[in-house]
Structure formats: C-alpha cells, structure tokens
T-cell receptor
Framework: ETGVTQSPTHLIKTRGQQVTLRCSSQ?????VSWYQQALGQGPQFIFQ???????GRGNFPPRFSGLQFPNYSSELNVNALELDDSALYLC?????????????FGPGTRLTVT | SQQGEEDPQALSIQEGENATMNCSYK?????LQWYRQNSGRGLVHLIL?????REKHSGRLRVTLDTSKKSSSLLITASRAADTASYFC?????????FGAGTILRVKS
C-alpha cells in the first residue's frame, strides 16, 4: 500500500450539491494529481497541484476546483454536482514535476450523485 | 478521449498460465507505465519503461515497448489467482498520465 490516504471512502450526494474530497500525500512528495474514473473506464486527469499552485488541468469545467496546503495535502471541490460526476476519484502524489512521472495512488473516494 | 487502448478488454485464464495484455497509443511518448487496480480501488504502479528501452522485467512481469508501432505489451508469467485485477497502461504527457480503458484479467484457480 502507498502512503497516500483519501477521505471519505464513500459519499452520496444529491444533484446540485457541493462536495469536498481530501487527500494526504505520501511523505516527501510535494505534488498531488487528481483523477476521475468512471465505471469501466480508465482514470482521467482533472488537475495537478505543485507547491500549492495549480500546475496543469485536464478537460474539466471550472466547477471542479482544488487546493493544496503547505503540508502538501490537497482538496478537490466539485460544485453543482451532476449525475455524470458519479465516479471514483483518485488522488496521486509524486515527487516534483520533472522526470518520469511515477505516481502513488490513494484508495479513492467513491462518489454517487443521485 | 483516452490515449491508450488496451487489448483485450477482458481475459480469463487458468492459474499457472501466462497472460498477455497489449496497449496502443497515438502520439510520441517519453515513458509508458503499467498499473494494476483491484476491485475499483487505488492503482498500484507495476513498471515503467522509457521510450529508449525495448524490454523490461520485474519479477513475473515483462514489458515490451515498440515505439515504431506505438504499442506496448505486458506479460504476466505463471499467473496466480491474486493477479486477478484490471490492468492499465498510462502514457506520460507533461505532468499528467493518460490512461487507457484497461484490461480486466481473471485468473481462475
């Protein structure tokens, strides 16, 4: 198991609500990336945070936003939830942003939007 | 859309047999990685192969990379029931990984 933790494990929300997911990175890692994995699909890159700044974003609307804290933990916020937001949300930590991108994934948060 | 495409989508074998999964991608890459995912949980990094490497081994895993064909394969030898999982290839673009849809491997004991 990696040293990356995520909370909560499962979450059920209603369409239109807002949700915050949390991730603690592995010790020594200063970069956190967030991915969305729909059922039966591979993970899709949402965005990355490096030293508390957004460092790249995938094809996701602005209602997906994030934060990284001085201890390198991170939050993913999703506003105005839609049914299609139901997915497994994975965070991954890594060391720096250069070189081979070997990422260590957390166990994920399963979000269900009804 | 996803960069990598794994083939087959699903694979069912007997314990002790070898399992081969293939991955194709569309554009030039720096590195290609393989990950395993058990039961919709987090991904576990298996192996990374650089674009200037053709083959790499790690325990029972063997990965090949053919940049001229833009393809990679993952071979798991002497499979075990514990190898049952989804396997994904991921290509590296800048600071992000782009995953394929994965191959579901079932190893029957």
């Amino acid at each position: 198991e990696t040293g990356v933790t995520q909370s909560p494990t499962h979450l059920i929300k209603t369409r239109g609500q807002q949700v915050t997911l949390r991730c603690s990175s592995q010790s020594g890692h200063n970069t956190v990336s967030w991915y969305q994995q729909a059922l039966g699909q591979g993970p899709q890159f949402i965005f990355q945070y490096y030293r508390e700044e957004e460092n790249g974003r995938g094809n996701f609307p602005p209602r997906f936003s994030g934060l990284q804290f001085p201890n390198y933990s991170s939050e993913l916020n999703v506003n105005a939830l839609e049914l299609d937001d139901s997915a497994l949300y994975l965070c991954a930590s890594s060391r720096g942003t250069g070189g081979p991108l070997e990422q260590y994934f957390g166990p994920g948060t399963r979000l269900t939007v009804t | 859309s996803q960069q990598g495409e794994e083939d087959p989508q699903a694979l069912s074998i007997q314990e002790g047999e070898n399992a081969t999964m293939n991955c194709s991608y569309k554009t030039s890459i720096n590195n290609l990685q393989w990950y395993r995912q058990n039961s919709g949980r987090g991904l576990v990094h298996l192996i990374l192969i650089r674009s200037n490497e053709r083959e790499k081994h790690s325990g029972r895993l063997r990965v090949t990379l053919d940049t001229s064909k833009k393809s990679s394969s993952l071979l798991i030898t002497a499979s075990r029931a514990a190898d049952t999982a989804s396997y994904f290839c991921a290509t590296e673009y800048g600071n992000k990984l782009v995953f394929g849809a994965g191959t579901i491997l079932r190893v029957k004991s």
